[in-house]
């Protein structure tokens, strides 16, 4: 089974860039996706990666952030730029199989899901 481990949160000034990863370990995922979870508000989809080169982005999603990975989807990148306080937050990523289809599904319907990590950003 596919473990993930986000990381790269922390806390930033309004306007400036972060780049979150999500490590798998374990085996090779087919999608990656990454969610956030505001304070007091539900989990929500942001964009998922798929092996095959493929993306997906939330239909509220501007161009700010982007999905990525460098090595075959061991890690899968979110890079997000001018951020707002808004975006501030619980991030998760959690695999999928492609058989799903590339977007955003129930959470029952992700293989597995890492622990979040922590985004702030002060106004």
């Known amino acids: 089974e596919v473990q993930l481990q986000a990381s790269g949160g922390g806390l930033v000034q309004g306007g400036q860039s972060l780049r979150l990863s999500c490590t798998a370990s374990?085996?090779?995922?087919?999608?990656i996706c990454w969610f956030h979870q505001a304070q007091g508000r539900e989990r929500e989809g942001i964009s998922c990666?798929?092996?095959?080169?493929?993306?997906f982005y939330a239909d509220f999603m501007e161009s700010r952030f982007a999905i990525s990975t460098d090595d075959a989807m061991n890690t899968v990148y979110l890079q997000m730029n001018s951020l707002r306080p808004e975006d501030s937050g619980v991030y998760f990523c959690?695999?999928?199989?492609?058989?799903?289809?590339?977007?955003?599904?129930?959470?029952?319907?992700?293989?597995?899901w890492g622990p979040g990590t922590q985004v702030t950003v002060s106004s």
């Open positions: 990666l798929g092996s095959t080169g493929d993306t």
């Open positions: 374990g085996g090779t995922p087919d999608v």
């Open positions: 959690a695999e999928s199989d492609l058989s799903l289809g590339l977007g955003f599904h129930p959470e029952y319907e992700y293989d597995s």
